[in-house]
């Protein structure tokens, strides 16, 4: 009932409630923007996190004769950040063209615009095409190797959604489409790839597998009703041991990526409390908590920001 009600209103069920969408936004275009996930910051913040930390990182091992203009560093920060809003929203959409069906048999997702009829596919088309090409226009204010190697990650967006349909490891697939801003944030300032970045893009695909995990605890019994997959339901009451393992591993690679870059002691501070973070939450972990899980997911933004902190601490060091 709580559901229906919510389609009637033009709500959804898992939306965040009170926000500007809700508010601010013209009527016509809440359905646009709940397709995008607008009101739900945590998706973009959890894109854009590799693509900030990558850039930081190279900046901070160029000698500053080599390194743009500050102006345009910031600049950079400013196009990762609208590209991450953009393709984020993109991708939402995209999923949920795919999974609308899906959608309408899961409590906390049938009352998206698809599944309750607010927006025609027809129309979630056209929208996914626009926010597409504002990522195409923000894509191409970088250097040609990192057009290119941006362009790279489409087809691992494009094969997503279906993933929870033929494999219980999803949230890899979702790692690697996430994570891609750890290549592409160190290229815009070098103009080629090193093996710094590309131990950063393994770090981040672990990292996402992690936290995606705990958020997927919240839709275990509707995944079994409907017949999909994911980490969640393959490990069960294992999560925490496996968590441990993730998040180690990550930090083992993040480490291992500053150590081949040679950035100053500050970026290892950032990444010690980091740790400290993410094995808080690995400690209250429950699993059986969707709303505690839903929290613990968000919560790894506050991850990007300190291990962002550490790593623009360490450019002045």
């Not at 349909?165 to 103009?191: D, E």
């Not at 590309?198 to 509707?222: F, L, P, S």
Request: charged share 15%; net charge neutral.
């Amino acid at each position: 009932m709580k559901d229906e009600i919510g389609a009637i209103e033009g709500r959804v069920a898992d939306a965040v409630r009170g926000h500007w969408v809700d508010t601010f936004s013209p009527a016509w275009f809440r359905p646009y923007a709940r397709l995008s996930r607008l009101e739900r910051p945590i998706g973009w913040w959890l894109l854009l996190w590799p693509c900030i930390w990558s850039l930081t990182l190279a900046v901070a091992t160029r000698e500053s004769g080599q390194q743009p203009p500050v102006g345009t560093i910031l600049w950079y920060g400013v196009a990762f950040w609208l590209g991450a809003i953009v393709m984020r929203g993109a991708g939402c959409t995209y999923n949920d063209i795919v999974d609308y069906k899906i959608d309408e048999l899961v409590e906390r997702t049938r009352s998206r615009p698809l599944p309750s009829h607010q927006v025609t596919r027809k129309n979630a088309w056209v929208w996914f095409a626009i926010q597409g090409l504002i990522g195409l226009v923000v894509l191409l204010q970088f250097n040609t190797y990192t057009i290119w190697l941006g362009l790279g990650s489409l087809s691992v967006v494009a094969i997503y959604p279906f993933m929870k349909r033929i494999t219980n490891w999803p949230q890899l697939v979702l790692g690697l489409a996430f994570s891609w801003g750890a290549l592409v944030g160190w290229t815009s300032i070098t103009g080629s790839l090193d093996v710094a970045p590309v131990v950063m893009y393994v770090a981040c695909i672990v990292w996402t597998i992690g936290y995606d995990t705990i958020y997927a605890h919240q839709d275990r019994e509707d995944d079994v009703m409907i017949g999909v997959k994911s980490t969640a339901l393959l490990f069960a009451e294992n999560t925490r041991a496996w968590l441990i393992l993730f998040y180690f591993v990550m930090v083992s690679l993040m480490m291992t990526s500053m150590i081949v870059s040679g950035v100053a002691w500050p970026a290892f501070v950032g990444l010690a409390i980091a740790t400290i973070h993410m094995g808080w939450q690995i400690w209250i972990l429950d699993i059986n908590n969707g709303d505690q899980c839903l929290f613990l997911f968000r919560s790894n933004t506050q991850v990007g920001w300190l291990l962002f902190a550490g790593l623009l601490a360490s450019i002045w060091a």
